[in-house]
């Protein structure tokens, strides 16, 4: 079983905010493949004095508020609890740590700022964000909007770290997940699915206006089932060469050192969705048996 950690930037809940980082954390809770330590926030979808707060108030929604939430910091290393906290728990487990880091990358380069040797101690990386081309979505483009929310971090932790999984923007698009299919949690025997249909809603109605298609795209659970059911993936092992400059808009072939990365490719649209919901009903049967 692994030890996890996340590093999010969780706005499940927030008003005209993405849900992915929730559905994230409710996706590795619900598996028995992994062991929640923690939760540390960062900046992205919104900010910290916004995602902090939010996510404490998320756990205990979830019925988790026993697992820690540590709050991160924008500027400085030695006043960031999450680096902290990332720093220790690697100096604790060294070699059984997993990260799922699905924000800006601003913790995980505190932690190293703090340890030069914590990306040695580290087990695993599962990454949501970068772009290795333009991101269109029905004919529109999007931005990047985690590695490129602080640039300079995500330059230092693409250098430093081991073994990584990125899931990229443009990873994400090969796995919409369907209104239709979300609409059945309604149906559900248990409240806590029922409760997740109505919060995702806006969500889903958002995204139908913006592009049209009528899913969404659950970015950061993507990263979470590539880092703990690899073998729903196939293995892609890209070059990228990010430098500062590409990372502004979070492009991740630049003119930097070159280095090899696995990109996970979902092998089964279908059957990917499935297990995901499969995932959900085991959360909340869990949650509904307390």
Not at 121 to 139: A, R, Y
């Amino acid at each position: 079983m692994k030890k996890l950690i996340i590093d999010c930037d969780n706005t499940f809940g927030v008003e005209g905010c993405d849900l992915d980082d929730g559905l994230a954390i409710i996706y590795s809770l619900g598996t028995e493949r992994c062991e929640l330590l923690g939760v540390t926030t960062t900046f992205g979808n919104n900010t910290l004095e916004v995602v902090t707060p939010n996510t404490i108030e998320f756990m205990k929604k979830i019925g988790m508020e026993g697992i820690k939430v540590e709050a991160g910091h924008s500027d400085d290393p030695h006043k960031n609890e999450a680096a902290l906290f990332l720093v220790d728990a690697v100096n604790n487990f060294p070699t059984e740590i997993s990260l799922l880091a699905i924000g800006s990358l601003t913790n995980l380069c505190h932690a190293w700022i703090l340890d030069p040797y914590f990306f040695e101690k580290v087990d695993e990386l599962s990454f949501m964000g970068g772009i290795t081309e333009t991101l269109i979505i029905e004919g529109k483009q999007l931005d990047e909007l985690n590695f490129s929310c602080n640039n300079t971090a995500a330059f230092h932790v693409l250098k430093e770290a081991k073994s990584i999984n990125i899931a990229t923007g443009n990873a994400c698009l090969n796995a919409l997940f369907s209104k239709d299919r979300f609409d059945k949690l309604a149906q559900s025997e248990y409240t806590f699915l029922r409760w997740l249909y109505e919060q995702g809603q806006y969500w889903f109605h958002r995204e139908n206006e913006v592009f049209g298609h009528g899913g969404i795209y659950k970015w950061d659970v993507y990263a979470a089932a590539a880092l703990l059911y690899p073998e729903l993936f196939n293995k892609n092992v890209v070059e990228i060469s990010p430098d500062l400059n590409s990372l502004k808009t979070g492009m991740l072939l630049g003119g930097g050192n070159r280095r090899t990365v696995n990109v996970p490719v979902v092998k089964d649209r279908k059957a990917y969705e499935e297990h995901v919901y499969g995932i959900y009903s085991i959360f909340a049967n869990r949650r509904q048996m307390a």
